[in-house]
């Protein structure tokens, strides 16, 4: 399975890790893309540093992981960009609401937009994972729009009905979610009723 996962600068970096880690574990193949803002909210999310470099952070994302490839943000050379390419699913996770708006507008200012445009144009799956709150009228009818052109959004909200004792507990059950939408086995979570 060949999934693109791009983070954005919205708060969630443990929500990507934990769902780049997943997939890899899958035997997923992994195109991974970072923004800007994406770099600085892992670095200070989950190393404590913004001041990381891009490499350091996509280094430290990635390290131990097969069939994660990093893809450049202005990169559209990669097949991400293109709707021949074979691709099974797309993921924006941290999805900030810039990005959100970005691609509602059909705007392309950098791969994760062009990649979550081609899902949509090919009919193909995309999750988006907001995490912002509250949400302006602008914000839900951005979201809105895209559903109704066929994305997933995944709001990063927890349940709490499998009896969570960690945070690794809460971030596992919105990543088990997303496993769910791609149609890719997870252990991560029980499901209800079991």
Not at 93 to 103: D, N, Q, R, V
Not at 161 to 167: A, E, F, K, L, V
């Amino acid at each position: 399975m060949n999934i693109f996962l791009g983070i954005t600068g919205a708060s969630g970096a443990p929500y990507a890790r934990r769902l780049l880690q997943a997939l890899s574990a899958a035997e997923a193949e992994v195109g991974l893309c970072i923004s800007e803002a994406g770099v600085q909210v892992c670095a200070t999310e989950l190393y404590g540093d913004i001041s990381l470099s891009r490499d350091e952070v996509t280094s430290r994302l990635t390290e131990g992981l097969d069939g994660v490839t990093v893809v450049g943000l202005r990169d559209y050379t990669t097949p991400y960009a293109s709707g021949s390419a074979r691709v099974d699913g797309y993921v924006v996770c941290p999805c900030s609401m810039s990005t959100a708006a970005s691609i509602a507008a059909g705007a392309m200012a950098n791969l994760v937009h062009r990649a979550a445009s081609v899902a949509l144009k090919e009919e193909r799956k995309l999750v988006l994972v907001p995490r912002e709150t509250p949400l302006s009228t602008i914000h839900l009818e951005n979201l809105l729009r895209l559903r109704r052109a066929g994305a997933t959004v995944l709001f990063a909200a927890p349940g709490f009905y499998h009896g969570p004792q960690t945070i690794d507990d809460l971030v596992n059950f919105l990543v088990a979610r997303c496993l769910d939408q791609l149609g890719i086995d997870q252990t991560l979570v029980s499901r209800w009723g079991q």
